[in-house]
């Protein structure tokens, strides 16, 4: 393939994850996946700089339209994308630009949260407008009824002035996504992927309860705008919005020179699988406003800041085989069983495979490569099958039509992911059925435990 062909094909391929990213909710790579394909098209285009257009997907912000049902509402101030670095030598390299662009520059090294942008207007003191990020330059989304349902937001400031504009990040934190997959897997309904996808998903929702019950999160990241205040540096600004119980990112650290900077990003690489949330990198930035305006910004990103990637924790291994459980009601649960590895300092050897849906979506078989990955999460989870590494012959595992327990003839739930024991007299619901009434405490009964239920 010539480079010209090689632009073409990545160009589109770029074009579909854009659109399942910002526009589905449903993105099918990973993130650093899509960045090492987006690094790919800006090295053939730089070698080829005959073949740049300005559609090139390296040309533009971010996401595309809004989504049906929400209003687009046109940006008071541009909500860019940063400048995405992958090593040590460019984050150096980035600080000594800044020295020998800015007369004692001071940096904030902090977390970047893995989730969906959103800005906040305040018209004196009041919360007028929140808005997504949509194209970045032009139109957002107008998702204020839904930003209403966040506790985090806060919708009247206690030291107000004329115009504040605000920007920061909707997540979710793992606790509260695994309530909501739980609940969605109790129902039959679709998992969510991960946190972010959670998230974005349901800010962008047009039932502004189902925001509320979903328990989002916010953190603010960046001043856009104040008018009727002044501000010297992001961290005087970031102790006036908590001097306001506006919730801002945490940690932060003011930086130096490059070896704290450096420092820095390593501190938060080793902790950022304990915060209780998600975060995709760590952002560098300048800290005085005045150096920021100096410097300016590109038609894409800010030149006064990057964003640090760090690699994904993340592991290949095989599987071994599927283990099955019956549930209480009956519910075949499978469970993967790979050779053990080691992600974020504990051994893990299995994972759920959820439902029958999840392992066609993946489309797994014994002896399958998997890769394994916990995201910020205690819970290892499958992410996907290599492949390439599939030795021939492999099948897509398929949950037996007898239960594993009893052996009577399994049945798919109507409209739901689950498969079920049809068999009322079924030991393991039986069993399952006479342990929860044993154990209920006021059913106790002394030395009828579990363990002697097993031996019946
Ligand atoms: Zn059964």
Request: proline share 5%.
């Amino acid at each position: 393939m010539n480079a010209k062909e090689e632009i073409k094909k990545l160009r589109e391929e770029i074009e579909y994850h854009i659109d399942r990213y910002y526009n589905q909710d449903e993105p099918e790579i990973t993130d650093y996946e899509y960045d090492m394909m987006m690094n790919r098209l800006k090295k053939l285009e730089a070698d080829n700089p005959g073949l740049v257009t300005p559609d090139s997907p390296t040309q533009r912000v971010g996401g595309k339209a809004s989504k049906k049902g929400l209003k687009p509402v046109k940006h008071n101030m541009p909500m860019l994308s940063l400048r995405d670095v992958f090593s040590k030598e460019e984050v150096i390299s980035f600080v000594k630009d800044m020295e020998n662009a800015l007369e004692n520059p001071e940096f904030v090294v902090e977390y970047k949260i893995d989730g969906l942008s959103m800005s906040l207007r305040y018209d004196n003191g009041k919360l007028i407008m929140a808005e997504t990020r949509g194209d970045g330059i032009e139109f957002g989304e107008d998702v204020t009824a839904n930003a209403l349902m966040i506790d985090d937001v806060v919708s009247q400031l206690k030291d107000p002035f004329e115009y504040f504009e605000i920007r920061g990040e909707v997540y979710m934190t793992n606790e509260s996504f695994d309530a909501v997959n739980k609940k969605q897997e109790l129902m039959g309904k679709k998992l969510f992927a991960n946190p972010r996808n959670c998230a974005a998903g349901s800010l962008r929702q047009l039932d502004p309860q189902i925001v509320k019950e979903r328990n989002l999160s916010l953190f603010i990241f960046n001043l856009q705008e104040a008018r009727g205040r002044e501000f010297t540096t992001h961290t005087e600004c970031y102790d006036y919005m908590k001097s306001q119980g506006i919730k801002v990112i945490d940690n932060y650290k003011v930086c130096k020179n490059a070896d704290e900077v450096w420092q820095a990003i390593c501190d938060i690489g080793e902790k950022r699988g304990e915060l209780g949330y998600d975060i995709d990198g760590a952002v560098v930035k300048i800290n005085n406003y005045a150096q920021r305006s100096m410097l300016g910004s590109t038609a894409k990103v800010p030149k006064w800041a990057v964003a640090y990637k760090y690699p994904p924790e993340e592991k290949e291994t095989t599987l071994l085989d599927v283990e099955l459980s019956v549930g209480r009601t009956g519910r075949i649960n499978p469970t993967a069983v790979f050779t053990p590895i080691r992600l974020c300092g504990t051994t893990v050897s299995r994972a759920t495979m959820h439902n029958q849906d999840f392992i066609d979506e993946l489309d797994i078989g014994i002896g399958d490569t998997i890769v394994v990955y916990k995201s910020g999460e205690i819970i290892p989870k499958i992410k996907e099958v290599v492949k390439s590494k599939r030795p021939s012959g492999t099948k897509t595992y398929r949950i037996p039509d007898t239960c594993p327990v009893c052996g009577a003839p399994t049945h798919r739930e109507k409209d739901s992911s689950n498969i079920v024991c049809t068999s009322l007299s079924c030991p393991a619901q039986l069993e399952n059925h006479l342990i929860n009434f044993v154990g209920r405490d006021a059913m106790d009964i002394k030395g009828f435990g579990a363990a002697y239920i097993i031996d019946l």
